[in-house]
Nanobody, 127 residues
């Protein structure tokens, strides 16, 4: 089992920044690929970013590319999502997820690629 706890969400004005954190605990959490997803009210959950187990590979959704950056610190068992130039359409609940695979490049863009999920943290961007 891997437990995930997100933090860092809040209310910010458009153009501002936030950094989300996802603390992982449990069985060899540092061996897992990690992802961030978001879900706005009444909408489906969408992929935001993913990072492979050692941080060597990252992928970002086109909608956040150039504004958001995923990173990880395996010594702290923590994954981050730095969010800059926030827009009102970034408003959502943000979830982190952990997925295991023997592939070095494992960075799934769909929820089915992940085994564990956090409870989410709310991000609200005002215009």
């Amino acid at each position: 089992q891997v437990q995930l706890v997100e933090s860092g969400g809040g209310l910010v004005q458009a153009g501002g920044s936030l950094r989300l954190s996802c603390a992982a605990s449990g069985r060899t959490a540092s061996n897992y690929a990690m992802g961030w997803f978001r879900q706005a009210p009444g909408k489906e959950r969408l992929f935001v970013a993913a990072i492979n187990w050692n941080g060597g590979i990252t992928v970002h959704a086109d909608s956040v590319k150039g504004r958001f950056t995923i990173s990880r610190n395996n010594a702290k068992n923590t994954v981050y999502l730095q969010m800059n130039s926030l827009k009102p359409e970034d408003t959502a609940v943000y979830y982190c997820a952990a997925g295991s695979s023997s592939s070095y490049a494992y960075t799934p863009r769909t929820g089915s690629g992940y085994n564990y999920w956090g409870q989410g943290t709310q991000v609200t961007v005002s215009s």
